[in-house]
């Protein structure tokens, strides 16, 4: 099946630092999506992207939809306590699949104070 | 408020049991989803139903079942066949589009074995 590759697995940061993290597919897809998840939490969704090289804010959070269509981008500017969680990346691959998303594992932010 | 509520928050099961996990949802979507997450690892796909009275298996179906008898509820049975249980369960939903397909997933169940 569609598998995504999503980096780094974890992230030690200090608060006020940007973040980056990204995913790569074998395959081309149609739609990107990124959610966060608190502890204990189900996901919530942050940003959909629907187009090659469409570029998303919402708010502090940018995602980029790349151009070859296998890979994402999330950046998070001047992190705050609050975006401590894990982000996973999720993508629709191109065809459609009966069984929805795949995701990525998921990448763990920790914010040292 | 619209969304997906699942319940309980916490489950204990006692070997050889079969328990049931809730899934509502109020959102008049299609397609249903029960994932199952580990410490450390993304979401496997148990089951999911695309419409009413029809379901199918995930990347890890053994050991679960499930029923789609009304649009907004699909609830998940861990049977005793399963031998590790112990998880982290979501729900989720989605209006199914070949282009669009975002899911909305509830709060999840925490199942422990006592």
């Known amino acids: 099946g569609q598998q995504l590759n999503q980096s780094p697995q974890s992230m030690f940061i200090q608060e006020g630092e940007d973040v980056s993290m990204n995913c790569t597919s074998s395959?081309?897809?149609?739609?990107w999506l990124w959610y966060k998840q608190d502890p204990g939490e189900g996901p919530v969704l942050l940003i959909a992207l629907y187009k090659a090289g469409e570029l998303t804010s919402n708010g502090r959070l940018t995602a980029q939809f790349g151009i070859t269509r296998k890979d994402s981008f999330l950046n998070i500017s001047a992190s705050i306590p609050s975006d401590v969680g894990i982000y996973f990346c999720?993508?629709?691959?191109?065809?459609?699949?009966?069984?929805?998303?795949?995701f990525g594992k998921g990448t763990h932010l920790i914010i040292q104070p | 408020d619209g969304g997906i509520t699942q319940s309980p928050k916490y489950l204990f099961r006692k070997e050889g049991q079969n328990v049931t996990l809730s899934c509502e949802q109020n959102?008049?979507?299609?397609?249903m989803y029960w994932y199952r997450q580990d410490p450390g690892q993304g979401l496997r796909l148990i089951y999911y139903s695309q419409i009413v009275n029809d379901f199918q298996k995930g990347d890890i179906a053994e050991g679960y079942s499930v029923s789609r008898e009304k649009k907004e509820s699909f609830p998940l049975t861990v049977t005793s066949a399963q031998k590790n249980p112990t998880a982290f369960y979501l729900c989720?939903?989605?209006?199914?589009?070949?282009?669009?397909?975002?899911?909305?997933f509830g709060a999840g169940t925490r199942l422990s074995v006592l």
């Open positions: 959102l008049n979507h299609d397609a």
């Open positions: 989720a939903s989605s209006i199914y589009r070949d282009t669009e397909n975002i899911q909305y």
């Open positions: 999720a993508g629709q691959p191109s065809g459609g699949g009966a069984d929805g998303l795949t």
């Open positions: 395959s081309i897809f149609n739609t």
